[in-house]
């Protein structure tokens, strides 16, 4: 089955600075790459996902690579703020509502 | 509109006891999946439905587990003589039975197993 594995585990970046969490899956039949945020106590909140058809998106300060043959995905936060601090999980599933497989999420920590 | 709702959102309950969760998922999404998450981890699949069936039970870790779903609407976990190691935030996803893959989550239950 998929495995996907995310690094790193904790992240502290100053303000203004620029975040950098990798994932990296097993399973080549997956097409559908979601970015989750979780901050203390809430349910996860979807912040950004791409497809296998594309290898970028960008969402204002936020922006996923994927490279399908090396089956590694990044998520690039810029000019990072202190409300960015939250844990990010990546995840991988061979779509169409499919199972989501869950890396084991990169608690990022933005200091002012 | 409204998102997905988790009831209770705490549970404590003694080892041995049976417990129900449920899942109310956003109007109209046909699928459902229900999650784990252990203190300080990731979260962990557990069984997916679409609409009244269940085709992937591949993540329930043990017989004690089962889900159901009604009307292709609520859904209801269930876990027999609870264990100290099921202690967990059990989080509900629903999504459009559609191209578009986004699961949305619900708050989630906090169960705690004494």
């Known amino acids: 089955g998929e495995n996907v594995e995310q690094h790193p585990s904790t992240l502290s970046v100053q303000e203004g600075d620029s975040a950098v969490i990798k994932c990296t899956y097993s399973d080549s039949a997956s097409n559908y790459f979601p970015w989750y945020k979780q901050e203390l106590g809430k349910r996860p909140q979807l912040i950004i996902d791409?497809?296998?058809?594309?290898g970028e998106k960008k969402d204002q300060r936020i922006a996923v690579t994927l490279n399908k043959t090396a089956k590694h995905f990044s998520l690039h936060i810029t000019e990072t703020q202190p409300e960015d601090s939250a844990v990010y999980f990546c995840?991988?599933?061979?779509?169409?509502?499919?199972?989501?497989?869950f890396g084991t999420g990169t608690r990022l920590q933005v200091f002012p | 509109g409204a998102g997905v709702s988790q009831s209770p959102s705490n549970k404590v309950t003694e080892k041995g006891k049976d417990v129900e969760l449920r899942c109310d998922p956003i109007s109209g999404h046909t699928a459902l999946y229900w999650y784990r998450q252990s203190l300080g981890q990731g979260l962990e699949f557990l069984i997916y439905?679409?609409?009244?069936?269940?085709?992937?039970k591949s993540g329930l870790p043990s017989d004690r587990f089962s889900a159901e779903r009604t009307g292709g609407s609520v859904s209801t976990l269930t876990i027999q003589r609870t264990q100290q190691e099921d202690s967990a935030v059990y989080l509900c996803a629903s999504s459009l039975w559609t191209d578009t893959d986004t699961q949305y989550f619900g708050p989630g239950t906090r169960l705690t197993v004494l």
């Open positions: 791409i497809r296998s058809n594309v």
């Open positions: 995840a991988a599933s061979a779509g169409h509502t499919d199972k989501l497989i």
């Open positions: 439905f679409q609409g009244n069936s269940a085709p992937d």
